[in-house]
């Protein structure tokens, strides 16, 4: 379909709004030129085609590419790959095009960004395969992720359009990778957006009612914090310092995972905002003195919180990211958090990689000359994104290992310090060091005293690795470790035993069904695997071969009748919308010209016993548990069809969405009003011990609700209990309201649903 003049307009309007944002990044008009060499190349490739949504498709580089120079701040060569960046996959225009027409540097950046092509086994994943050939970009040119990272914001921020099962596919891509990267990136604005965006379309209830609740009390939350500001905007004026001063109020997926985290109300998250002072810093005295100057003097106004100060300019985070955090009591009795940072360490936190080489160009003062924080990271994802590794799966679960956002400072023996994660290991820290060394390792010495090779190191620690000739990496120290690296290198040992295991496992495993009389068989198996957590036989055979697991019990699991079917009062609904969608597999931005089909037809099925044998097998996913009244959605195992139950906000499932998106079960998946069946749940319960409250609990359980306790575990110290209770429920709102009856027991103070 050929554009309109109005068209034409539209995409000549957004390209002159583009170049007016590139003035300042073009020195020339050679680089101009380059840019609209770059944008007619572009509109002619894609002349005529539409996005889903209906608009001219070239609009969409362009959006691209204007983030890429406004919100990240990019140079011409990203502007460039950005406006080709779909050309080499959806038009006919080949890389070595690019390479003839814009140079080796722009076809290289175009390629990272192109999707990958061809065939992909069983084993595999097309959606993880392309993520790996994007990451694998950082070891070149790390320009290549950040167009990706616009690319994606855009997208999202048109996802509108999609159905809903490519927002499910799309939005748990984005939330498992896209967002903790921006956010490794030192894109804290974007990936702040990119979490609300995922939230909007995977839980729009949730993010309306909370958007609406900040709304509700915006006046009084602005009025607080013009109150709080004004003593410190006075002393600072008085200073004489040059500073701007705000506050910030958290985002709706931030208060929302806090909500989901403790399980506590809306009302029940108090430090909803945070106050931030950006600073220009006088030439002298450096600008970490200047920033401790304006602690103490917000200190002298009001009274700090002693542990809850963070330096992260003596020590800055692993993203480059710097500033002095600290938590005053407030007017009212209320806890706020103050962030202190120079314009400087503002940029960079707010626009990440750029400003950090846009500073480290210019060789800031203040700079260390040694690798800063981001070169040691970016140099340790390199090392671990050039290690073999088995499939692009575990290398995609590898590499999100390094996103960590909570970190720890250790030293050496010798007083060298460094970065590791938040609950690391001394085995990760051995890693860290040398590979041979993680080998090796069999103790450790923390501050001077021996401690196991698998304790938790925390920040402070100098740490000394024992290390032995007669030992090996075995497969139970992949549970004690948290680092990419680390996970790699016991991989890469044990791979070399893996066939081996797997010879041997299998062995033992047809030498024990043979003593009791029974052949392998599918439905051996079917009971065998989840038993022993399980998804393959070769990870069965390779644990068994390894020594992980034994088979003590195996004649009892296969004694047991099979699990019954108690999702047998499931309503399944097939919109018939989604039968139209072409290539499920295909990444958002390919779903052009799609035809437009009646949507309203709904097939509802319930699933039971006297099922049809074609309707589906339900499963509930053991991770998460959901029960009715839950919102779930499905993944259907391609091995056995089956399809696996998760909660909507289960992070297993985000994780299987975002690697294997055309496993995702299309139709909409509901409970019945069906109340046959229970379902096993667990609370978790905290509160002031007396005589009586637990009797008065069980009473209330048993006669109220008439609810049968699977088992109580309840502990009681120092005039305190806690614990927890395991019962069959037969819904959400049964489970609520048994909740809300129990928290009105006198001394019950916290009441939760256990989720593990």
Request: glycine share 4%.
């Amino acid at each position: 379909m050929e554009y309109t003049p109005e068209d034409e307009q539209l995409i000549q309007e957004k390209f002159d709004d583009l170049m007016r944002s590139c003035e300042a990044i073009c020195k020339s008009e050679e680089d101009k030129n380059f840019i609209k060499k770059a944008f007619f190349l572009a509109k002619e490739a894609h002349k005529g085609v539409r996005r889903r949504s209906g608009e001219p498709y070239m609009l969409h580089p362009i959006a691209v590419a204007k983030i890429v120079v406004e919100e990240i701040g990019l140079g011409v060569k990203s502007v460039v790959a950005s406006l080709l960046h779909d050309v080499v996959e959806d038009t006919e225009y080949t890389v070595e095009d690019i390479r003839n027409m814009f140079g080796p540097k722009i076809a290289t950046m175009v390629d990272g960004l192109t999707k990958m092509s061809g065939v992909f086994n069983a084993d595999t994943s097309e959606q993880v395969e392309y993520f790996r050939k994007v990451l694998l970009t950082l070891s070149d040119d790390v320009r290549v992720i950040l167009i990706k990272i616009a690319d994606r914001l855009h997208n999202m921020r048109t996802l509108g359009s999609m159905p809903v099962n490519k927002q499910i596919k799309i939005t748990s891509e984005t939330i498992y990778l896209f967002a903790p990267l921006a956010y490794r990136l030192g894109l804290y604005s974007i990936k702040t957006e990119l979490e609300d965006l995922c939230m909007m379309y995977r839980f729009p209830e949730q993010y309306r009612e909370i958007s609406e609740k900040l709304n509700n009390i915006k006046t009084k939350l602005n009025e607080y914090i013009d109150r709080f500001n004004a003593p410190i905007i006075e002393v600072l004026k008085k200073n004489g310092i040059d500073f701007e001063i705000s506050g910030r109020i958290k985002s709706p997926y931030s208060i929302w995972t806090k909500m989901q985290r403790k399980q506590i109300s809306f009302e029940e998250v108090y430090d909803l905002f945070a106050i931030r002072i950006v600073f220009q810093p006088l030439s002298f005295p450096s600008e970490k003195t200047q920033c401790w100057q304006i602690y103490s003097s917000i200190t002298d106004i009001y009274t700090p919180k002693p542990d809850r100060l963070r330096d992260w300019i003596s020590m800055p985070k692993a993203n480059g990211y710097e500033a002095l955090h600290s938590t005053v009591m407030g007017p009212d009795g209320v806890w706020v958090e103050v962030q202190i940072r120079t314009q400087r360490m503002e940029d960079i936190a707010e626009r990440g990689f750029a400003a950090h080489w846009k500073y480290k160009k210019y060789k800031h003062a203040t700079l260390s000359p040694n690798e800063d924080e981001f070169d040691k990271w970016l140099k340790k994802v390199r090392e671990a994104l050039n290690s073999p590794t088995e499939n692009a799966v575990d290398f995609l679960d590898n590499f999100k290992l390094s996103l960590y956002t909570s970190e720890v400072v250790v030293f050496t023996p010798k007083g060298e310090s460094r970065t590791m994660p938040n609950g690391a290991t001394a085995l990760d820290f051995a890693y860290e060091i040398h590979t041979n060394i993680g080998n090796k390792a069999i103790g450790a010495k923390i501050n001077h005293e021996i401690k196991p090779i698998f304790s938790t190191i925390h920040s402070g620690d100098q740490i000394e690795i024992i290390t032995s000739d007669n030992t090996h990496p075995k497969p139970e120290w992949l549970e004690h470790v948290t680092t990419a690296k680390a996970k790699q290198s016991i991989k890469n040992y044990l791979k070399k035993d893996r066939q081996h295991n797997i010879s041997r496992g299998m062995k033992l495993f047809e030498d024990r069904l043979k003593e009791m009389g029974i052949s392998p068989s599918r439905r051996v198996f079917v009971k065998v695997l989840p038993a022993y957590d399980c998804t393959t036989k070769d990870e069965l055979y390779s644990k068994l071969g390894a020594g992980i697991l034994n088979l003590d019990n195996l004649e009892k699991i296969l004694r047991q009748n099979s699990t019954r079917k108690i999702l047998k009062f499931w309503t399944l609904f097939l919109n018939d919308k989604d039968h139209k969608d072409k290539d499920e597999d295909a990444e958002e931005d390919t779903d052009l010209d799609e035809i437009k089909t009646d949507n309203s037809a709904k097939k509802s099925y319930v699933v039971g016993n006297e099922s049809p044998d074609d309707s589906p097998q339900f499963v509930i996913a053991e991770c998460c548990k959901p029960i009715p009244g839950d919102m779930v959605v499905g993944y259907r195992d391609p091995e056995s069809g089956k399809i696996y139950v998760h909660k909507s906000t289960c992070s297993e499932f985000t994780r299987l969405a975002s690697q294997f998106g055309q496993n995702i079960v299309k139709e909409e998946i509901k409970w019945s009003q069906h109340k046959a069946v229970s379902y096993l749940s667990t609370i978790e319960l905290r509160g002031i011990d007396r005589i009586g409250i637990i009797y008065e609990l069980a009473k209330l359980i048993k006669d109220y609700f008439h609810i049968n306790i699977r088992e109580i575990h309840i502990q009681s110290h120092d005039g305190i209990f806690e614990g927890n209770i395991s019962l069959y429920i037969k819904s959400i709102q049964d489970l609520n309201q048994l909740m809300d009856k129990i928290r009105a027991i006198k001394g019950i103070e916290v009441v939760k649903r256990n989720l593990n």
